[in-house]
């Protein structure tokens, strides 16, 4: 059994410390808060386990094998690096840090002390993106573009942008669910609150291939619209986070090409290009909670010595591209080559 | 009653003659195409009609007062100025001309000849857009962003890329519908067929206020989206051009502002900014054919030597865009100030 | 070629005018109607077709090989007879005919005569209904519950009710998609116009299988919904016409049963029926204007003496159901035996 | 503070205990259920409460003012007849009883005793249900209909039909939204299970005015569906249970009568009935959980002495109609006065 502290019982932490408290190969041990009542809720519900308000005594407590930290992201690295120190295995919720560097020395940590580092991009672990990889790696044909949009009211944060708050998310199933990674990006944003980071932004990332992709994020829209459009030159997938059931279609949908085609004037443009249309197709989704299914994987990685799928290498991409997209934004849109971006980080 | 030939019965033309031969204020003349089988098929339905494959006749034709012109872009320039210089008034397809220069020198020519420039943005004489003009006008408040999404499958076109086809009716619906002017624009986008034009692309437009403007545009998409978001201080639209009825929903929703709070820590942010929601109001939309509203307007700014609403000014205005927007996108995303773009051209 | 001639230019005649005279081995002689403004509508966009107000002049016209008949209700009886009676084949709207009595007259005139007599049950012949009738067929398994809502705001009749009027669409599609034949049946409704037929209908029909079907029709709706469930031991399907695409989804679900199971108290139920949930598919459908299919296959029974798929039985068969549904709807709900409709008819 | 007791802890038990545990004016005092498991779940998550499964223990606890009973349908009458007997104020779940007969010495008892008697009628007290009373008191006009539809895949039951299970949802909705009641229910369905009960229901309720109520149930349809039209001579409403936040949709459309027209043939029809179609309107809805307010409801009425909204009289009444339905549902569609079902009853 992996004895696991949960710090931070705020917006997410609660999820943490139930699934964590259900996993069957888990214990979970002590719940760490500044906050008071907080604390108070949590041994009402679960009146075994330990509370505190002081980390030390976490990082001090032998029954703790691991940490995970659900704190405001300023905190992850100071947190995670102490929780490392003290020979603890930790799982981050996303973004994993503030910065590459941050990221990075975290990931150097981990791998000097053989630690697991997992980084939460729950959105990875859900049926639908888990199926969507597959679809990319098994019939989906040359990869062409992927669009999303992830936009609602609310909820405004004050310390970063709408960027490190909802496209990490896009980021992060975008690293898991193509294997190519993007070579630069541009972005483009306002801030309508005076002083308060940008509220709606446009990211566009260039890979090295014909793919693009493009993410929309706002928390100023009318609407809650979560959906992710990908073509591929076989086949085309519409990924709704707010159906029900059916969350991934999948359409046999495209173009044909015909380049032999001798072709004068305007019949060039209809030799060349063909449609096809054919079924479309909802796959049935595995519905396990994401979060469960992840930290069952950080337990196993833990008694396995294994590296879990959302690693500290994947949580430090999105964080590279998440700060290089912050400085395009800054610029109104000019182009971040990301390799510039590692050698600057 | 004002006598109209129309240059190219292809995609739009028959909509053309169709409209402006049940139009009051006017009389379908001629129709003048280069394919004798377009010829032969309005002559069937419309016997009265003269028929020609040569526009110098038509130039030539005294009871010819206006032309309305839709053939394909890069003959828009070269047919409506020697339209134009045989006196006849002009209503020309969108875009009204491949660059800015021509555009210009349309503008001057009609100007100077005092004859009438009507460019034919469809989208803008709709019931939904004017309604969009009439709820940015009163009621929206500060205009924070317009967002546009129009996807579908096909038709791939080769001379011009997807901006110049799909991103033109969003420019000119946001011409219309907003006052102010933009500033600057940065286009991403991607062509997947070799030695194609672009067939999806991503424009973001800046002006002096904290408006931006964004546009997705996309040839290869597998499902049809035609969706416009536009956030106000003080209410938000969604234009959903697909809905057969309620194309416009109006929500009473958004943030509210305390500049004057005291705050400290975590609670900077939750006093600062909070949310509002009220009433969802679909209203009414006038259903008239956009087209006929346009040539009703068109024959009327002949008739009392007026302005129509989407005159040579609106085209050149759209198409300066389109021009900066192509320019930025070749270089991937580098903003394009607007008034650089005008100096320029 | 067979020459046909329409008779009645009002809702749905033009649409047959422009199928005729679009098809391969028809050639569209004449259209008759009383209205001269409607037959010179006609005239102008058909100038080669005779028009008439005058039906017996179209029963002596030698060219006339069959004809088509878009009149109200009322006259098709008297109109197909006539018809048939000067040996033409007879294309005619639906329903078919007033009564039971009328239609099993024509029936028998058209088998006497050895004419094709065709129903116009349009739907049938779509490329939606034609793939249900697969599904049906082949992957349902037994046929559980049919399940139509077809409502919208008007347009309200004043000769006959709702279910004449809308229903009769269901119940064609009805009797090609099933091949069991309903016994009996029971209706409910109500008119909310004094002295106006009943504007919103509910229909149940019994089979001898466990199959029940069930129609809801009402001209005053605030939404138009043309929506179908169909549910089969194996799988289930959802119709929705107002689908651009995707008009069918197929959803591989339902329960399984376990009629061996021991079983005392609360298990009993949990143990007899299972829940399964597989794949939604949504198959590419033919989008072939149906009338067009259908005047073809029309043509075709002409030129080989064979008949139509929604011939003259069909077209009866569901009279009689029209007719009985209304003597239960008379009754608020009292079954009426098909047979017993049989006898009395 | 009225101490309360929760008899029952299983599908819905859980949600009165939380809602209980943390409501302002209620102690929650015990919770009885026959199933230890279930009992030490309680346990673990309200330490402090009394857990039995005893349900003479509970009558006799002095500390137990009022008992909601949660348990299934058939043992309603047993427990809140005992409850009542101990003096006990009683919270009971819908359907309140299996019979009419049942329902009824339910009422008098309460009455008798002058103790509370609520009824679970959930849906009533949600934001939505609550506008749409508003809006067919104020606004909506002369009511012509009422129609709903609750389908979904399973759970079903094997003691009762899907009208005991789903259709009690609509009635007691009903039952609220309009005054007027019923004189007359007509109802048909299918079992596809052999010797379950229906699992597929249509239930028709006729009006002395010319309303008319129709409610669709069915365990075993491929997409879930909660949607009731609600048309008045003035407005139409859609509700739409399963929208996240426009659950509620006022149209302003309707028919427009003109009784005085004089009119001959076709004309009548033409000059009676027209059309108008205006704006929509989605009102904002109290999001409060219907449970709480329901509880809130029921603990004020113990202290004021006074008499819920969803109380035994509306519960009597919603088992009637359930009754009734049955037994038309035995016979095919055949029309059960409600007075001669009150008489048998």
């Known amino acids: 059994m992996i004895g696991i502290a949960v710090v931070g019982y705020g917006y ?5 410390v139930r699934n964590i408290s259900e996993a069957a190969g888990a214990h979970l041990v002590s719940v760490c808060d500044l906050n008071v009542d907080r604390l108070a809720a949590v041994k009402s519900r679960y009146p075994a386990v330990t509370i505190t308000d002081d980390f030390e005594e976490v990082l001090r407590d032998p029954r703790v094998d691991a940490i995970a930290i659900a704190t405001p992201v300023f905190t992850h690295f100071k947190l995670a690096m102490q929780a490392m120190m003290a020979g603890k295995h930790v799982f ?21 002390r053989r630690l697991v580092l997992a980084v939460d991009h729950t959105f990875v672990h859900t049926g639908a993106v888990r199926k969507m990889r597959e679809l990319v790696e098994n019939g989906l044909g040359d990869m062409y573009y992927y669009d999303s949009v992830r936009v609602n009211l609310g909820l405004f944060q004050h310390d970063v942008s709408v960027i490190w708050d909802l496209a990490v998310h896009d980021l992060s199933i975008l690293d898991h ?15 309508h609150v005076l002083g308060e980071p940008e509220n709606i932004a446009y990211l566009t990332l260039f890979f090295e291939s014909k793919l693009i992709a493009h993410i929309h994020v706002n928390w100023l829209a009318p609407v809650k619209v979560r959906r992710t459009l990908i073509g591929g030159s076989n086949k085309m ?18 173009i044909t090409l015909n380049p032999n085609s001798q072709a004068y004037g305007e019949k060039v443009h209809q030799m060349m290009v063909g449609y096809r249309s054919g079924d479309m197709w909802a796959p049935k989704l595995d519905m396990t909670e994401a979060l469960k299914r ?10 396995q010595n294994s590296r879990p799928i959302t690693d500290g290498h994947a949580g430090l991409r999105v964080v590279r591209i998440l700060e290089a997209a912050s400085r395009s934004l800054a610029q109104r849109g000019r182009i971040i080559e990301l390799e510039e971006a590692r050698r600057i980080a």
Request: proline share 6%; net charge negative.
């Open 12 to 16: 997410w932490g609660p999820n943490l």
């Open 92 to 112: 981050v919720e996303k973004p994993m840090a503030s910065t590459t560097e941050e990221a990075s020395r975290m990931v150097e940590e981990a791998t000097r």
């Open 177 to 191: 669910v193509v294997q190519e990674r993007p070579v630069a990006v541009s972005a483009t944003g306002m801030s």
């Open 237 to 254: 997938v519409v990924y709704d986070d707010l159906e029900p059931s059916e969350k991934i279609k999948v359409y046999d949908k495209g």
């Open 294 to 303: 992840e930290l069952d994987q950080f337990v196993e990685c833990i008694e």
